[in-house]
C-alpha cells in the first residue's frame, strides 16, 4: 500500500468550480506540503503545514486554501477554479528533522487537474 | 529570480557510459541538497542527498558532488541503465526554514 496517496487522481473541471484534492498519509510524519508542477517546468511550493496547527504559504498561494485536518490529512482547495491552474499537483510529507538530519520528501503519485 | 537552476532540459546517454546531471543554486542559505527522480504518472522519490559540509556522497551507481565554493552540484551516474531513464530533480534545502526549492529537471534518456 502506498504511504501518500491523493485523490482523485485525475479530474477535469469547469472555470468557476470550488475543487478540494485530497491528500493522506501513512508515514506518521508531522510534516506535509502541496507543490504544482507546469510541463517543463520544477515543482512550485503552494503550502505547507510542519503540524496540524501550522499553516504557510508557498511561493504561489493565491487561488489556494488547504485545510490540516489531521496529522494525516491536508487537503488543497481551489475556491474559484480558472484555467491557467491546470497542472499537475503532487503532496509530499517528511518527517520532523532530529538529531539526524532528513530533509527527504516522500511524494504522492500527482492529481492531474484540467480546468475548461 | 530562479534560485536552483538545472539548465540542461535533456540528456542522452548510452547504456553503460556516465551520465552527469548538473545543479546551480544561488541562494548561500541552503545547507542541504537532494536529488529526485521521477517516472511519468508517478511522484518523485528520494535518490540522493548531500549536506553541505560534504562534498561527496555515493550510494552505489549513484554519486552527488559539491562544490560550495561554485554553489554548483552534480550527481553521477555509473553505468547507466535504461531504467535510469526519468526525469531528475535537483532540490536545494535551508534547514532552518524547513523547505526546499526544486530545478525544473532533466530529462535522462539512456539508450540501450
Known amino acids: 500500500d502506498a504511504d501518500v496517496t491523493q485523490t482523485p487522481r485525475n479530474r477535469i473541471t469547469k472555470t468557476g468550480k470550488r475543487i478540494m484534492l485530497e491528500c493522506s498519509q501513512t508515514?506518521?510524519?508531522?510534516?506535509m506540503y502541496w507543490y504544482r508542477q507546469d510541463p517543463g517546468l520544477g515543482l512550485r511550493l503552494i503550502y505547507y503545514s510542519f503540524d496540524v496547527k501550522d499553516i504557510n504559504k508557498g511561493e504561489i498561494s493565491d487561488g489556494y486554501s488547504v485545510s490540516r485536518q489531521a496529522q494525516a490529512k491536508f487537503s488543497l482547495s481551489l475556491e474559484s477554479a480558472i484555467p491557467n491552474q491546470t497542472a499537475l499537483y503532487f503532496c509530499?510529507?517528511?518527517?520532523?528533522?532530529?538529531?539526524?538530519?532528513?530533509?527527504?520528501?516522500?511524494f504522492g503519485p500527482g492529481t492531474r487537474l484540467t480546468v475548461l | 529570480d530562479q534560485q536552483v537552476k538545472q539548465n540542461s532540459p535533456s540528456l542522452s546517454v548510452q547504456e553503460g557510459r556516465i551520465s552527469i546531471l548538473n545543479c546551480d543554486y544561488t541562494n548561500s542559505m541552503f545547507d542541504y541538497f537532494l536529488w529526485y527522480k521521477k517516472y511519468p504518472a508517478e511522484g518523485p522519490t528520494f535518490l540522493i542527498s548531500i549536506s553541505s559540509i560534504k562534498d561527496k556522497n555515493e550510494d552505489g551507481r549513484f554519486t552527488v558532488f559539491l562544490n560550495k565554493s561554485a554553489k554548483h552540484l552534480s550527481l553521477h551516474i555509473v553505468p547507466s541503465q535504461p531504467g535510469d531513464s526519468a526525469v531528475y530533480f535537483c532540490a536545494a534545502t535551508n534547514t532552518n526554514a524547513g523547505k526546499s526549492t526544486f530545478g525544473d529537471g532533466t530529462t535522462l534518456t539512456v539508450k540501450p
Open positions: 509530499a510529507t517528511s518527517a520532523r528533522p532530529r538529531s539526524t538530519r532528513t530533509d527527504t520528501q516522500y
Open positions: 508515514k506518521g510524519h508531522d510534516r
